[in-house]
């Protein structure tokens, strides 16, 4: 059974940082990737940042300058540093890890709360 346990959420002001983890658990095909996702509230979910096994990354432009993704693939750990950090920031984060070949698979973390107080 997949796992994805997501940590480092919390209350921060503006400008301040936040490093957030995900690590998976039960996947068998390690080679895929993993990102990370938001939605604020009444908004659609966006993609944040992801990267692939061998460390290429995709990134927000709105984000791009400020956060970070790496991965730990000994440990199938997924960060996202994120500084910086502005109000408009402030929703729930959700971890991801996905491959598109097969095996195919799409899981997802049950997400982490990030507020940005102004």
């Known amino acids: 059974q997949v796992q994805l346990v997501e940590s480092g959420g919390g209350l921060v002001q503006a400008g301040g940082s936040l490093r957030l983890s995900c690590t998976a658990s039960?996947?068998?095909?390690?080679?895929?990737?993993m990102g990370w996702y938001r939605q604020a509230p009444g908004k659609q979910r966006e993609l944040v940042a992801t990267i692939s096994t061998g460390g290429s990354t995709n990134v927000a432009d709105s984000v791009q300058d400020r956060f970070t993704i790496s991965r730990d693939n000994t440990n199938d750990t997924v960060y996202l540093q994120m500084n910086s950090l502005k109000p408009e920031d402030t929703a729930v984060y959700y971890c991801n890890v996905r491959r598109s070949s097969y095996p195919h698979y799409d899981y997802w973390g049950q997400g982490t709360q990030v507020t940005v107080s102004s």
């Open positions: 039960g996947i068998i095909n390690r080679y895929n990737d």
